[in-house]
């Protein structure tokens, strides 16, 4: 290495985010290349890349498939060969087959020679993460075979000069109780890289920076992160490329989310060791010493009042900087899957309700995004029985206020020739002639699609799934749904930060639409106004929101989500009505599983989402009964 680059003790760090193509070795690596002689370029002394990065991470059984292991490994020692007359240090994740077993690895390298394959030691398997379905931890005999060769795995350390030395982590590992990085630190290592691809949710960038800030403090330490972006598949997860370097506590830089590019921290190696040797417990091995009290923690009423609205922030620049974040979030992952399948044409149902309002709204910034012509979005009106004037008009206006192509399909005589087909009687007001009407729209919306070579946008939001409030393969269905996590009561906030985002006739429209109420509207009008209003159907989305988060997010009973219920809402609701509506919700959430069981894709924003591949692998068939009774005997 140039010792010039470590003049007064300072040395350059690059952490990058290529675009990637999954399964794409190739063309993954030669981005690489080009980063790398980049940061080469401008004098960065180590690189380091995201997780799985030479595959790209969310190839899922396809890392059991031997063609895709052979070609990470071919494209890995070509990437090695063309850097070889770089002075840089290069971290690059990939997938190594040996010992019988398959490791998610991170290929350190320089100058043309292979140094060490440090291993993932962790392996998440909760939520939306299933690594150990394909990886095993690091090998505890520290060596892995990679082209006939033996390699370091576990705990390696790279020394670029005396006070810059090198410890790779990945991912997962920083995440745990106890990281490598600590053995690595106590070992000499002042300079930490991570390896990362880390989903982006709500609330998760702030964690993230948090936690490795004070990561790097702790460790007296530089930390580098690396996080996957754009062109990992969006099939349920969103990636942000959310690249941080870290050192002592101090955020040195770090990258706008949803961007890709290389970030660079000049780190001081020369503080952190003077740092390490004034500070005399520095190398002092933990104490693992455990004494017990010998007593009972005693029983407690506690006065703790929850959050009535988990997924909406109170303060207002927090929750303008959310809706922000996740309208980008959805765009992202509408605009990764037409980009994928070459898409240019996006049809939706527009009912000038809220959910399809805001699914327009993230439809448009996709395109826009993509740099296709709003003209390509194909919104469509489909008013039957229950549709008002009011919902009709505004869906009309939105569409024209967007720019975006407009229809109106009457779908009444084609429901009332299917009643005819089927034998119902249309002055039967039940669940057959709501149904059919969703049905209908969706069958139309799939055709037009069709016709258009477009795919069909879903609207149906998180909280409509988790109760059912759906027609299976009616508005159940599409062929991407951008809302499918977003909560009732945040996408009410979302379109209002639209509003106040816009100005003029969209604003006001908009406005009109969030004052609209809730409604499938598959009943006649009670004199030319809505007559059918969800929550007088299924219960208040407020608390249905509240049961939800609570329920999935930290597994909570429903005694215990009864009595903060009546805590967080005392004033709205009373015990009554907050344990009608809470048996509503056990009963559906359970009894319409088999809906969430065929969902289609959709992007994953928050903490608690329902998708059947990731967060949620409920059975179809599972029983409420102990969820019931338990509100039964503990409540009543």
């Given at each position: 290495?140039?010792?010039?680059?470590?003049?007064?003790?300072?040395?350059?760090?690059?952490?990058?985010?290529?675009?990637?193509?999954?399964?794409?070795?190739?063309?993954?690596?030669?981005?690489?290349?080009?980063?790398?002689?980049?940061?080469?370029?401008?004098?960065?002394?180590?690189?380091?890349?995201?997780?799985?990065?030479?595959?790209?991470?969310?190839?899922?059984?396809?890392?059991?498939?031997?063609?895709?292991?052979?070609?990470?490994?071919?494209?890995?020692?070509?990437?090695?060969?063309?850097?070889?007359?770089?002075?840089?240090?290069?971290?690059?994740?990939?997938?190594?087959?040996?010992?019988?077993?398959?490791?998610n690895c991170a290929a350190v390298f320089c100058r043309g020679a292979l140094l060490a394959l440090p291993a993932k030691q962790n392996m998440p398997n909760y939520s939306e993460?299933?690594?150990?379905?394909?990886?095993?931890?690091?090998?505890?005999?520290?060596?892995?075979?990679?082209?006939?060769?033996?390699?370091?795995?576990?705990?390696?350390?790279?020394?670029?000069?005396?006070?810059?030395?090198?410890?790779?982590?990945?991912?997962?590992?920083?995440?745990?109780?106890?990281?490598?990085?600590?053995?690595?630190?106590?070992?000499?290592?002042?300079?930490?890289?991570?390896?990362?691809?880390?989903?982006?949710?709500?609330?998760?960038?702030?964690?993230?920076?948090?936690?490795?800030?004070?990561?790097?403090?702790?460790?007296?330490?530089?930390?580098?992160?690396?996080?996957?972006?754009?062109?990992?598949?969006?099939?349920?997860?969103?990636?942000?490329?959310?690249?941080?370097?870290?050192?002592?506590?101090?955020?040195?830089?770090?990258?706008?989310?949803?961007?890709?590019?290389?970030?660079?921290?000049?780190?001081?190696?020369?503080?952190?060791?003077?740092?390490?040797?004034?500070?005399?417990?520095?190398?002092?091995?933990?104490?693992?010493?455990?004494?017990?009290?010998?007593?009972?923690?005693?029983?407690?009423?506690?006065?703790?009042?929850?959050?009535?609205?988990?997924?909406?922030?109170?303060?207002?620049?927090?929750?303008?900087?959310?809706?922000?974040?996740?309208?980008?979030?959805?765009?992202?992952?509408?605009?990764?899957?037409?980009?994928?399948?070459?898409?240019?044409?996006?049809?939706?149902?527009?009912?000038?309700?809220?959910?399809?309002?805001?699914?327009?709204?993230?439809?448009?910034?996709?395109?826009?995004?993509?740099?296709?012509?709003?003209?390509?979005?194909?919104?469509?009106?489909?008013?039957?029985?229950?549709?008002?004037?009011?919902?009709?008009?505004?869906?009309?206006?939105?569409?024209?206020?967007?720019?975006?192509?407009?229809?109106?399909?009457?779908?009444?005589?084609?429901?009332e020739q299917h009643f005819r087909d089927i034998g119902h009687d249309p002055a039967v007001l039940d669940v057959t002639f709501e149904n059919a009407q969703a049905r209908e729209?969706?069958?139309?919306?799939?055709?037009?699609?069709?016709?258009?070579?477009?795919?069909?946008?879903?609207?149906?939001?998180?909280?409509?799934?988790?109760?059912?409030?759906?027609?299976?393969?009616?508005?159940?269905?599409?062929?991407?749904?951008?809302?499918?996590?977003?909560?009732?009561?945040?996408?009410?906030?979302?379109?209002?930060?639209?509003?106040?985002?816009?100005?003029?006739?969209?604003?006001?429209?908009?406005?009109?639409?969030?004052?609209?109420?809730?409604?499938?509207?598959?009943?006649?009008?009670?004199?030319?106004?809505?007559?059918?209003?969800?929550?007088?159907?299924?219960?208040?989305?407020?608390?249905?929101?509240?049961?939800?988060?609570?329920?999935?997010?930290?597994?909570?009973?429903?005694?215990?989500?009864?009595?903060?219920?009546?805590?967080?809402?005392?004033?709205?609701?009373?015990?009554?009505?907050?344990?009608?509506?809470?048996?509503?919700?056990?009963?559906?959430?359970?009894?319409?599983?088999?809906?969430?069981?065929?969902?289609?894709?959709?992007?994953?924003?928050?903490?608690?989402?329902?998708?059947?591949?990731?967060?949620?692998?409920?059975?179809?068939?599972?029983?409420?009964?102990?969820?019931?009774?338990?509100?039964?005997?503990?409540?009543?």
């Amino acid at each position: 290495m140039d010792m010039k680059r470590q003049a007064d003790g300072f040395v350059r760090i690059a952490a990058a985010t290529p675009p990637v193509r999954v399964a794409d070795c190739p063309y993954n690596t030669a981005e690489m290349y080009r980063m790398i002689a980049e940061a080469a370029e401008n004098g960065a002394a180590a690189i380091v890349f995201p997780e799985l990065s030479v595959t790209g991470y969310t190839c899922g059984d396809l890392f059991k498939d031997r063609r895709l292991l052979e070609s990470a490994g071919e494209s890995l020692m070509a990437l090695i060969e063309k850097a070889k007359d770089l002075d840089i240090l290069c971290a690059v994740g990939m997938p190594v087959a040996s010992n019988g077993a398959l490791y998610n690895c991170a290929a350190v390298f320089c100058r043309g020679a292979l140094l060490a394959l440090p291993a993932k030691q962790n392996m998440p398997n909760y939520s939306e993460f299933y690594e150990a379905r394909h990886f095993s931890p690091a090998p505890e005999s520290g060596m892995l075979r990679f082209m006939d060769e033996w390699y370091p795995c576990r705990d390696v350390l790279v020394e670029l000069a005396p006070d810059v030395v090198v410890g790779v982590e990945i991912c997962e590992d920083a995440w745990v109780a106890d990281p490598p990085s600590v053995r690595l630190a106590q070992g000499g290592a002042t300079v930490l890289l991570n390896l990362s691809c880390s989903d982006e949710i709500i609330g998760k960038a702030q964690y993230r920076r948090d936690m490795l800030r004070v990561h790097s403090g702790r460790l007296l330490s530089a930390y580098a992160y690396a996080d996957s972006g754009f062109g990992e598949s969006t099939t349920d997860m969103i990636f942000a490329g959310h690249n941080l370097i870290c050192e002592n506590g101090t955020l040195l830089a770090e990258s706008a989310l949803f961007s890709d590019g290389i970030t660079y921290g000049d780190v001081d190696t020369e503080r952190l060791v003077q740092e390490r040797r004034r500070m005399n417990t520095w190398r002092d091995a933990p104490l693992r010493t455990v004494l017990e009290a010998g007593m009972a923690l005693p029983r407690i009423e506690t006065a703790r009042v929850m959050d009535p609205y988990p997924f909406v922030p109170k303060d207002g620049a927090d929750l303008s900087a959310r809706c922000e974040t996740i309208l980008s979030m959805q765009a992202v992952g509408l605009a990764t899957r037409l980009r994928h399948i070459g898409c240019k044409t996006a049809v939706i149902g527009l009912s000038g309700g809220l959910d399809s309002t805001l699914a327009l709204l993230v439809t448009a910034n996709a395109f826009d995004r993509l740099g296709l012509p709003r003209a390509g979005i194909r919104a469509v009106s489909m008013p039957c029985f229950g549709t008002t004037n009011r919902t009709k008009s505004n869906a009309q206006c939105l569409a024209e206020e967007l720019c975006v192509h407009f229809d109106e399909i009457p779908i009444t005589k084609a429901v009332e020739q299917h009643f005819r087909d089927i034998g119902h009687d249309p002055a039967v007001l039940d669940v057959t002639f709501e149904n059919a009407q969703a049905r209908e729209r969706t069958q139309l919306l799939m055709d037009v699609a069709n016709q258009h070579g477009g795919i069909v946008i879903g609207t149906g939001d998180l909280s409509e799934l988790a109760l059912g409030w759906a027609t299976y393969n009616g508005d159940h269905m599409s062929m991407y749904a951008v809302n499918a996590s977003i909560p009732k009561t945040l996408v009410r906030h979302l379109v209002r930060h639209a509003a106040e985002q816009s100005g003029g006739a969209l604003q006001s429209v908009l406005l009109d639409i969030l004052d609209t109420p809730v409604s499938p509207e598959l009943l006649p009008p009670k004199d030319g106004e809505i007559a059918q209003k969800t929550e007088d159907l299924v219960g208040p989305y407020a608390l249905h929101d509240y049961f939800l988060y609570y329920m999935l997010r930290f597994g909570f009973t429903p005694r215990k989500i009864y009595a903060m219920a009546l805590r967080s809402f005392a004033g709205m609701y009373d015990a009554e009505t907050i344990k009608k509506w809470l048996k509503t919700f056990y009963r559906r959430f359970f009894a319409q599983q088999f809906k969430r069981s065929c969902l289609p894709d959709g992007p994953k924003v928050g903490s608690v989402a329902l998708s059947p591949r990731g967060d949620l692998r409920m059975p179809s068939d599972a029983c409420a009964r102990l969820w019931l009774e338990e509100l039964s005997v503990s409540v009543l």
